[in-house]
């Protein structure tokens, strides 16, 4: 197959790209040339800046399919659509579980309802289009689903969108499951969020991309929720097995809910992977559909070592992007013992 990959070199790119290449595809890259250019030397790259909309390079051309690895943006899917549509066999978009409207319960599957109005007005520009992804990122999940009824609308049965839970692996510098690696290596008395039985999910990085690959081969359209590994269902599953995976002596103080938010301690930011009060369900989404159609997650234990194992690489003393600082810890943890 001839796939076009747009982007392709960040972090769910090369997974995309490897994957592809895997499978003896013919892969062709576009993107503006700046984020890890040295990767895939042998494979075709294509120029443009798609904020400023230098599509140039791409037209004219055919693909079998064409993959957009991860933008929020719907200006820049519906002008990356106008020129690659009409001779494209399908298109892949990587959206995100973050477009549900409602994660209160459990189950949640692909027909659930999408968030379609931003959380601040101000998102959207003159045109109607939304633009701004705020600075807490409140508007991702809206713009996200407006990109994906772009995709479906034009494509139609051609069109796939694939929703990865917290996207994980080697390189993934959003901290949320690195945080817990290496605090669980450190050892000693770990804040963690109760109750231990939570359902915790994430998606390795090289999963998502063998799953969107797939896709491609089999031609498959519609809509896929992509989360899940093999033997790590739980908070404490996955605390333990990091126990396991490094070797650390930690000790977990289970805190309750109730007393987290009391002391300030925030969701997602403050403890990753603990999902905020009414959004307990973003945790156990359903993958059904898409293990029907080939996802295949690997085992927990692998993912975990390759993230410890990649943690070890990076320079010493690096700011955290998510996490609580050893200080911070130490405080709680006396608090909650008394």
Request: proline content about 6%; charged content about 25%; aromatic content about 8%.
């Amino acid at each position: 197959m001839k796939l076009l990959v747009l982007g392709g070199t960040r972090y769910v790119g090369p997974a995309i790209v490897e994957a592809a290449l895997a499978g003896k595809h013919t892969v062709t890259l576009f993107n503006r040339g700046k984020t890890n250019p040295e990767l895939f030397p042998g494979v075709e790259k294509l120029r443009g800046d798609r904020d400023a909309n230098e599509l140039d390079a791409l037209k004219g051309r055919t693909w079998d399919a064409v993959i957009d690895t991860y933008v929020e943006k719907p200006r820049l899917v519906r002008q990356a659509l106008d020129v690659v549509a009409p001779k494209a066999g399908m298109y892949l978009f990587v959206s995100s579980v973050s477009v549900y409207a409602d994660l209160s319960k459990p189950g949640v599957d692909e027909t659930a309802p999408l968030q379609v109005e931003p959380l601040a007005p101000s998102a959207r520009s003159k045109d109607g289009d939304l633009g701004d992804v705020g600075a807490g990122y409140e508007n991702f999940g809206p713009m996200k689903a407006a990109c994906e009824k772009l995709v479906l609308e034009r494509m139609k049965e051609h069109g796939a969108v694939v929703r990865p839970h917290v996207i994980v692996g080697a390189g993934d510098r959003s901290d949320r499951l690195p945080y817990w690696v290496a605090r669980v290596a450190r050892g000693g008395d770990v804040l963690a969020p109760a109750p231990r039985e939570q359902p915790v999910q994430f998606v390795d990085v090289r999963d998502l991309g063998a799953f969107v690959v797939k896709l491609a081969e089999d031609g498959h359209g519609g809509v896929f929720n992509a989360a899940g590994t093999r033997g790590c269902d739980t908070f404490e599953e996955l605390l333990h097995g990091l126990k396991v995976v490094t070797g650390g002596d930690a000790r977990f103080a289970w805190a309750e809910p109730e007393w987290l938010a009391e002391h300030g301690v925030a969701p997602w930011k403050d403890l990753p992977l603990w999902p905020p009060t009414g959004n307990e369900g973003v945790n156990a989404i359903s993958t059904a559909r898409a293990r029907a159609h080939g996802f295949a997650p690997r085992a927990a234990g692998e993912t975990l070592r390759d993230v410890w194992a990649w943690e070890r690489t990076r320079e010493a003393g690096h700011a955290w992007k998510s996490g609580l600082t050893a200080e911070r810890e130490r405080e709680l943890v006396k608090q909650l013992r008394g």
